[in-house]
């Protein structure tokens, strides 16, 4: 019995030694099967230090418009800085306007030839259809301010400033001061211009009030006596 026991031990034994010896085989067959890596993943070759061309399709590109850039004022609101910008404009556009009238108006510095007429009565009535000024008063005016003057630089004796045919002060003329003539200049020192010119400013002076209306254009009482006088030797 204790023989048999011994045998049966032996037998198990070499079963297990071989059991073991098939698993080192098997082990050694597959451990190289396990560490390769899957087919299913990509080789990437690894670039090193390598540029790589780029290209850049302009087909489709688009095209912006570079915006108006917008002045900003810190702690301005939107609606502050619209009125500010409608402000600025505006104060653009009266300055062009003033610098056109003014370029229009102002004294011309050429040396300008005019041939003017031997008798200027035909130069008051155009200005009285055009004004509504009558005639008889402007040759009043014409007559006490220069003695019915041509076309003419000059200046006032009293040292006033006033110069011209209708001897208007400088800053007058650049308000009223008009082209009589239609040689596209308001010559404060052509006669034609400068009688066109009065009308208009006894206009605005308040005509047909004569009274106020010379005493807009000189305020003194005696100047408008002397004029209504000579007016009325004229006829009025």
């Excluded at 003057?149 to 650049?174: I, K």
């Excluded at 807009?216 to 000579?230: A, L």
């Amino acid at each position: 019995m204790i023989l048999r026991k011994k045998r049966i031990s032996t037998v198990l034994e070499k079963i297990q030694l071989k059991r073991r010896i098939m698993s080192g085989i098997l082990m050694s067959a597959l451990l190289p099967i396990y560490m390769m890596p899957s087919m299913a993943t990509p080789i990437v070759p690894e670039v090193k230090d390598k540029a790589v061309p780029v290209s850049i399709d302009l087909s489709s590109a688009k095209i912006f418009a570079e915006r108006k850039s917008i002045a900003i004022v810190p702690g301005e609101s939107r609606t502050d800085r619209e009125n500010r910008e409608k402000a600025e404009a505006a104060a653009k556009a009266q300055a062009e306007a003033n610098a056109k009238a003014q370029s229009r108006n102002l004294v011309s510095r050429e040396r300008r030839v005019y041939n003017d007429p031997s008798d200027f009565d035909a130069i008051y009535l155009r200005a009285q259809n055009a004004y509504g000024v009558d005639a008889l008063i402007l040759k009043a005016v014409h007559t006490v301010e220069t003695g019915r003057s041509g076309s003419t630089g000059l200046t006032n004796h009293t040292g006033s400033g006033a110069t011209g045919p209708m001897q208007f002060m400088p800053s007058t003329w650049r308000r009223h001061g008009v082209d009589g003539n239609g040689d596209g200049i308001a010559d404060i020192s052509n006669v034609e211009d400068a009688i066109f010119s009065a009308a208009a400013y006894l206009k605005a002076c308040g005509y047909p009030n004569v009274q106020k209306a010379l005493w807009g254009y000189n305020p003194s009482t005696s100047y408008y006596n002397k004029v209504m006088g000579i007016a009325r030797s004229f006829g009025y």
